[in-house]
């Protein structure tokens, strides 16, 4: 092509540009941006168990093409690996997305592991962006096998100090680390009240619980919703439909109990109340992963048993204060 021809081709292509007389703005190629569908994974399993993997969908939250091209786990001694993941380097344009699976595979350690998802891509404000990962294995399923309560609360981000790291805390009255004396709760502030199953280590069965108003005669119980069937001995248990976790108790002071089919009895945070264990509940003023507390907020935790490991089942609950 010569002078003239080339010249030809540019002034066409601007005349193509131009509709009714006015120009059509060219596409300009925005920044990149990676998008995280999780802020962080939490696995349970047992001493050489692979845990089931859980996904981290990437999105390109910017116009331009975001290019992902590395994905590793990183840590000291890292416990967790990549499933699945798109064959690198990928290309997302504006809007796309892809996805990558993680397990936690402890292999014969016990305890409490973090690590963290690393993700590589062109996205100028954040080259290498972070999901930590955390993971608790235990050593076998029931009795002395199962985690500490201490390790159980660090894995889920709330590492309050519950009075020792071994696994028997025991069964006394008095309270013990940072546990608070609640046995009745007060609505904190507007809105309802939420409690949510963090962690189940006790026999499997069906498990109802949900709160009560505190009376002359048998507390005035309302069921919130059950723990599945299935789901014991793990973080994050989950519940069975129809469940809801968010409750208004109005201005009454209330506490919180658990159903138990396997023991035959119920669990309350008022002692005078329990059959079984009489302190079966201890609250803990609950605090993020930097030890900062978290307002209004409380994890509950249940010795269904007699041997006082408090994490039978554990509840974090929310928008509450202790009553007077």
């Known amino acids: 092509m010569n002078l003239r021809q080339s010249f ?16 059509v703005p060219a596409v300009a190629a925005g920044p990149q941006r990676v998008g995280l569908s999780a802020s962080e994974l939490v ?14 969908t990437i ?24 499933t699945s993941a798109p064959s690198l380097p990928v290309g997302l344009t504006a809007g796309s997305t892809t996805t990558v699976a993680v397990a936690f595979a402890p292999g014969t350690a016990v305890g409490s592991r973090a690590a963290k998802l690393k993700i590589t891509s062109n996205d100028p404000t954040r080259k290498i962006a972070y ?13 002395n096998g199962e985690p500490t309560l201490s390790n159980v609360v660090k894995t889920i981000g709330n590492p309050v100090n519950v009075g020792g790291t071994q696994l028997i805390l025991g069964t006394s009255p008095s309270p013990i680390g940072s546990e608070v004396v609640a046995p ?29 108003l505190p009376t002359a005669g048998p507390p005035t119980k309302t069921e919130l919703g059950t723990i599945a069937l299935g789901q014991y001995q793990t973080l994050n248990p989950q519940l069975e439909a129809g469940s809801t976790i968010s409750f208004d108790p109005g201005p009454a002071a209330f506490g919180l109990y658990v159903d138990s089919i396997t023991f035959g009895r119920s669990s309350y945070t008022q002692d005078a109340l329990n059959t079984g264990t009489p302190h079966a509940a ?18 509950v935790t ?16 929310m928008n509450v204060t202790p009553a007077p």
């Open 8 to 23: 030809l081709v540019v002034v066409a292509a601007a005349t193509a540009a131009t509709v009714l007389g006015a120009a």
């Open 43 to 56: 696995f349970s399993t047992r001493r050489s168990v692979q845990s089931q993997a859980q996904t981290v």
């Open 59 to 82: 999105t390109n939250i910017g116009t331009g093409t975001l290019n992902v091209t590395g994905l590793s786990v990183t840590g000291t001694n890292p416990l967790f690996v990549i």
């Open 131 to 143: 999901v930590p990962v955390y993971g608790l294995s235990q050593a076998y399923y029931g009795g």
């Open 184 to 212: 009745l709760f007060l609505k904190a502030a507007a809105g309802p009240v939420t409690i949510t199953a963090v962690a189940r280590y006790s026999p499997d069965e069906r498990l109802p619980f949900g709160w009560y």
């Open 282 to 299: 201890r609250p803990y003023p609950a605090v993020d992963r930097g030890g900062v507390a978290i307002a209004g907020t409380y994890l």
């Open 302 to 317: 249940f010795e269904d048993s007699t041997n006082g490991d408090y994490q039978d089942y554990v509840f974090r609950i």
